[in-house]
């Protein structure tokens, strides 16, 4: 997996760890049987999916939780990139380390670092490890921060079958996992119950084990120039990284975007591409990340599945576009099809 930009505040240590210098508290083992205490922690760490910082979707909100949590709660913060090509031992040694050096919670960003904290967490059975959108690894101190993303997915179908003036509209996964056929299931959904006559494009960049579809912009731009050529006119891409090479092409083409994980259309990244991104479906995982730091920092870490669904506002739309706003019609009827989804009128589907 090719690591397209790197953002990072340190660089990479060695083609196996990737970990910031930025500062470890705590106490330090030689042994991986020993680790710091849960309460009272003074770094926390997180670990980067593929793309690494500066995606400007999933990664980059997992980094602002932990910059929340140094500038709310006043402890040092560690970071971990991604390699090239690397694989499952990596992942192992990157988490060890962070564990070893006093570092609690360590969190790692996506479903990718499962098999990694299934082996390292029983190690450090006083440090506390969180996992984002992943619930197959539990433990006695694993949190398990997933979200309802076919909810948020759902009401951006609701919108791009209210915005869209052809009545065809587009859907790209990164990489055809589970977790994306999620947002898949959602916005189909949302388009049919919208508009049944409109007709949905759905196209992956990947298939596992290739994850180059979360990394790789310039799959995403293809992808978005296809659809956009057989007359859709609002695509949704749900591809981390390589979503800015979907927003880039619907820009081109004066047609809507559709944002994925963070509010995109105020990415400093994509601000060149802003008044073409309509809305972005949201994950909240910064305040995930926060709350998962604090409760360790309080002494009273968060354990077991916690999940964020539309009822808590852990998933959305965004509608920061004035554009969007405008849309009244549009307004409307995402708000009718949230209300109705968390009053349970609405069973969002979770795989299509």
């Not at 340190?10 to 710091?36: E, N, R, Y």
């Not at 398990?144 to 003036?165: D, H, I, P, R, T």
């Not at 995930?288 to 739309?317: A, C, H, M, W």
Request: hydrophobic share 40%; proline share 4%.
């Amino acid at each position: 997996m090719r690591r397209i930009t790197r953002i990072a505040t340190v660089g990479i240590a060695s083609a196996a760890l990737a970990l910031s210098a930025t500062a470890c508290g705590g106490k330090k083992s030689s042994d991986t049987s020993s680790s710091p205490s849960a309460s009272g922690a003074s770094s926390a760490a997180i670990a980067y999916d593929i793309g690494g910082r500066g995606d400007q979707s999933f990664n980059d909100a997992a980094y602002a939780g932990l910059e929340q949590a140094k500038n709310d709660l006043k402890i040092k913060t560690a970071e971990a990139e991604p390699t090239d090509g690397e694989g499952e031992a990596d992942k192992v040694q990157r988490l060890t380390e962070l564990a070893r050096k006093g570092n609690n919670p360590v969190i790692g960003v996506g479903f990718s670092y499962a098999p990694a904290i299934k082996k390292v967490a029983p190690k450090f059975p006083n440090t506390t490890f969180g996992i984002i959108d992943d619930t197959s690894v539990t433990g006695s101190n694993i949190a398990n921060l997933v979200f309802n993303e076919e909810q948020g997915s759902y009401l951006a179908g609701v919108a791009a079958a209210k915005a869209s003036k052809t009545g065809t509209v587009g859907f790209i996964g990164g990489v055809e996992v589970p977790l994306i056929k999620k947002f898949e299931a959602g916005f189909v959904q949302g388009v049919k119950e919208t508009n049944p006559n409109a007709n949905v494009l759905v196209q992956y960049l990947t298939q596992p084990p290739n994850f180059d579809g979360f990394a790789k912009p310039d799959l995403g731009k293809a992808a978005a120039q296809g659809q956009l050529d057989k007359g859709a006119d609002v695509v949704y891409a749900a591809a981390g990284l390589a979503g800015s090479g979907a927003i880039e092409a619907a820009s081109a083409k004066g047609k809507w975007a559709i944002g994925v994980d963070s509010d995109q259309y105020n990415q400093a990244g994509l601000a060149k591409y802003k008044d073409h991104i309509l809305t972005s479906v949201t994950k909240d995982v910064q305040d995930s990340v926060f709350n998962l730091i604090k409760s360790v920092k309080d002494g009273k870490p968060e354990t077991g599945e916690i999940r964020y669904g539309l009822d808590k506002d852990g998933v959305g739309l965004a509608d920061s576009n004035p554009e969007y706003k405008k849309m009244t019609d549009v307004t409307a009827a995402v708000e009718k099809a949230k209300a109705d989804i968390i009053a349970k009128k609405i069973t969002v589907k979770t795989a299509p």
